[in-house]
């Protein structure tokens, strides 16, 4: 090694980005490598999400139809069948309120709550939910438990 032959650790020097936009005498003057007029060429251009260059983007060719109804209630279901579960398991006794589903995840603390007929029920048990189907409160009664609406 000698001085001819010394350069510096491999990755230790970056190269240099073209700097532009320091006058006609740096070669990248003018316009500063953005070519000339259109949107891209002017301060504070942003492409917006979706654009198409001008052509009719897809979001808005693409034909709309349909209804949602704003006032919609949503309700997250349970099954008798999961009910006899939590029963066969030891989870529950006599009594399931909303407190206790969201206590064990079956629902989040701003659910609706709909006992659904899927399944059947072997135990007599009182249960407190928001709605519950035509099936699954006479599976209930059939059972000798309660359905009580909150």
Known sequence: MDL???????????K????????????KGGTAT?????????S???KKLGFEGGQMPLQRR???????????KEYRGINLDTLQGLIDNGSVKKE????????????HKNDLVKIMGRGELKSPLKITAH?????????IEAAGGEAISA
């Open 96 to 107: 399931l309120n909303f407190d206790q589903m969201v206590e064990m995840r079956l629902a």
């Open 44 to 46: 504070g251009y942003s």
């Open 4 to 14: 001819g032959n010394l350069k510096p650790a491999k990755g230790a020097v970056h």
């Open 34 to 42: 953005r070519g000339h007029k259109g949107a891209k060429s002017r």
């Open 131 to 139: 709605k519950f189907t035509a099936t699954a409160k006479a599976a």
């Open 16 to 27: 240099a980005g073209k700097t532009v936009g320091r006058g006609q005498g740096s070669g």
């Open 62 to 72: 693409v034909p709309k139809f349909g209804f949602t109804n704003i006032n919609r």
